[in-house]
């Protein structure tokens, strides 16, 4: 049961950091445009937040995309075939994005270490925070991949 209340709470999380980058991406955006085209004096700092914002949503998102099990997939296909076939269909789903997380986690971890000394050019915040998305997303969808799943009712195989 506690394993239950630490996955809603790493869910919510994320969730949460989610829609607050959407939010303030917004407002800043926003806040951006109104400053350039309406008070002529642009805020140098607005574009390069939204930029950062928007890697952090984009990599989020793919992580709860994998938890949600929202990415494209052919389920026309595989309902079609026998319930074996489709759990061997899973696992080698699992696996690939297991290996994909894997080729952005390796070397994502160094280009963090790297980007740590040196310093966005706007905000002065060590790159290596905007570099870390990459990882901090891998690391999600891996830890989704080996979360207990829900039991899905049974298909009736004819």
Known sequence: MRGKAVWRGIDGL?????????AILVVVSFAGVIFRYVLNDS???SEELARYLF???IF????IGVRQGAHIALDIFVAGLPVRIERGLLWIE???IFVFAL???VPGRRLVEIGMSNLSPALEIPMGLVYSAPVVSALLM?????RP???RPARDPT
Do not use: K, T
Request: proline share 3%; charged share 10%; hydrophobic share 70%.
């Open 55 to 57: 890697i952090w949503i």
């Open 142 to 146: 891996i830890s989704y991949l080996f």
């Open 149 to 151: 799943q829900p039991e």
């Open 60 to 63: 989020l998102g793919a992580a």
């Open 14 to 22: 994320v969730d949460a950091v989610c829609i607050v980058a959407c």
């Open 94 to 96: 699992r696996v690939a």
């Open 103 to 105: 080729m952005i986690l």
């Open 43 to 45: 805020l140098v700092w």
